[in-house]
């Protein structure tokens, strides 16, 4: 099994930047591809950006491309995701999430941290 335990998110203004950090348990993390999603209240859950086990990071969401960038640090069994020129509408709870190399879903998920910008 899998546990991950998302962290650094905060309240900030609007151009701030956050780090959020997600921690794994897995004993062979680097098989698996982890992802982060948000959900905004009142909004479904989107997909914002994954690395996969091969080592191929992208950031899906276009609306933060070019502000967001993800990572993962196999031998800290983590992954980040680095949020620049934060705006109101990122608002929302982030989740990590993970599945292996042959899943074709997300089985293991985060609690989910709280990102709130105020512009």
């Known amino acids: 099994q899998v546990q991950l335990v998302e962290s650094g998110g905060r309240s900030v203004q609007a151009g701030a930047s956050l780090r959020l950090s997600c921690a794994a348990s897995?004993?062979?993390?680097?098989?698996?591809?982890m992802g982060w999603f948000r959900q905004a209240t009142g909004k479904e859950r989107e997909f914002v950006a994954a690395?996969?086990?091969?080592?191929?990071?992208?950031v899906s969401a276009d609306s933060v491309k070019g502000r967001f960038t993800i990572s993962r640090d196999n031998a800290k069994k983590t992954v980040f995701l680095q949020m620049n020129s934060l705006k109101a509408e990122d608002t929302a709870v982030y989740y990590c999430?993970?599945?292996?190399?042959?899943?074709?879903?997300?089985?293991?998920w985060g609690q989910g941290t709280q990102v709130t910008v105020s512009s």
């Open positions: 999430a993970a599945k292996a190399w042959n899943i074709a879903t997300y089985d293991y």
């Open positions: 897995a004993r062979t993390f680097s098989s698996y591809t």
């Open positions: 690395c996969t086990w091969s080592g191929a990071c992208i």
